[in-house]
T-cell receptor, first 110, second 114 residues
Framework: SQQGEEDPQALSIQEGENATMNCSYKTSINNLQWYRQNSGRGLVHLILIRSNEREKHSGRLRVTLDTSKKSSSLLITASRAADTASYFCATDNAGNMLTFGGGTRLMVKP | ETGVTQSPTHLIKTRGQQVTLRCSSQSGHNTVSWYQQALGQGPQFIFQYYREEENGRGNFPPRFSGLQFPNYSSELNVNALELDDSALYLC?????????????FGPGTRLLVL
């Protein structure tokens, strides 16, 4: 079963716009991670936010975590065509055994 | 590139057969996890190995089994293949001992069961 649910399932934007993806989960967590996947290939780790953190930045990425609402968001600013991919949130509540959501498919049009 | 390699990249089997997938962890990592990703879905945790012992298991039947070797490389074995086993199989390595350590994923093995 999948703990996380991403919203929206698919997102299409123009290059230069911002993209926001949301993730909800069900149980308590140690941390929440965001991954990117291009065309059904391997997952690339983007950012990890711990349960005692509320916001984290990495380059054009901004992640927020609200443990009271059991939700997280990933913001990609100034999107590029190369950002086109599927994005997954994953929760870790026991020793790096991740529970993934269903993903958001992002398309950035040039 | 994460330093995690998997072989083979693609595989076609028929129902009832057995398959072995291989994973070489990133240097220095002592923990490997395996995930199954069906088409259009997120990965699902199969199991994790730490220092050659199974450290945790997801909701997968016993016909999914694994091994971790002293050099921390790993195998995933699936017996009595079913059509629903068709998926991308991903392994990920990490360094146990620190909560929330980043996992590094390999490129995956795509298995098709006919």
């Amino acid at each position: 079963s999948q703990q996380g649910e991403e919203d929206p399932q698919a997102l299409s934007i123009q290059e230069g716009e911002n993209a926001t993806m949301n993730c909800s989960y069900k149980t308590s967590i140690n941390n929440l991670q965001w991954y990117r996947q291009n065309s059904g290939r391997g997952l690339v780790h983007l950012i990890l936010i711990r349960s005692n953190e509320r916001e984290k930045h990495s380059g054009r990425l901004r992640v927020t975590l609200d443990t009271s609402k059991k939700s997280s968001s990933l913001l990609i600013t100034a999107s590029r065509a190369a950002d086109t991919a599927s994005y997954f949130c994953a929760t870790d509540n026991a020793g790096n055994m991740l529970t993934f959501g269903g993903g958001t498919r992002l398309m950035v049009k040039p | 590139e994460t330093g995690v390699t998997q072989s083979p990249t693609h595989l076609i089997k028929t129902r009832g057969q057995q398959v072995t997938l291989r994973c070489s962890s990133q240097s220095g990592h002592n923990t490997v996890s395996w995930y199954q990703q069906a088409l259009g879905q997120g990965p699902q945790f199969i199991f994790q190995y730490y220092r050659e012992e199974e450290n945790g298991r997801g909701n997968f039947p016993p016909r999914f089994s694994g091994l971790q070797f002293p050099n921390y490389s790993s195998e995933l074995n699936v017996n009595a293949l079913e059509l629903d086993d068709s998926a991308l199989y991903l392994c990920a390595s990490s360094l146990e001992g620190t909560l929330g350590e980043t996992q590094y994923f390999g490129p995956g093995t795509r298995l098709l069961v006919l």
